[in-house]
Nanobody, 115 residues
Framework: QVQLVESGGGLVQPGGSLRLSCAAS????????MGWYRQAPGKERELVAR???????NYLNSVKGRFTISRDGAKNTVYLQMNSLKPEDTAVYYC?????????WGQGTQVTVSS
């Protein structure tokens, strides 16, 4: 079955950095689009960054220049490098895979930006 396992969340001070990882299994990773979404308390889930099979990327405007999404085909893993973190980046971050017309979600990892 499909599994997406996220890791790397935690508590960080404003201006700090974190790297999230999402290890995928059960999908054809090379042809799958991968994305990171986030959901803050009381808000809707939003797309943060996405990377397509051809490595084209797109980003939420508020994270452009601070976050970088990348993928490693050898490890079936997608990463989200988050720099210059702000309190408003606090949320649960979810990994999503789009594979053969279906969407799959990870369990989420908490990111808290606070002093």
């Amino acid at each position: 079955q499909v599994q997406l396992v996220e890791s790397g969340g935690g508590l960080v001070q404003p201006g700090g950095s974190l790297r999230l990882s999402c290890a995928a299994s059960g999908i054809i990773f090379s042809s799958s689009s991968m994305g990171w979404y986030r959901q803050a308390p009381g808000k809707e889930r939003e797309l943060v960054a996405r990377i397509f099979s051809g490595s084209t990327t797109n980003y939420l405007n508020s994270v452009k220049g601070r976050f970088t999404i990348s993928r490693d085909g050898a490890k079936n893993t997608v990463y989200l490098q988050m720099n210059s973190l702000k309190p408003e980046d606090t949320a649960v971050y979810y990994c999503k895979a789009q594979s053969v017309g279906k969407d799959y979600w990870g369990q989420g990892t908490q990111v808290t930006v606070s002093s």
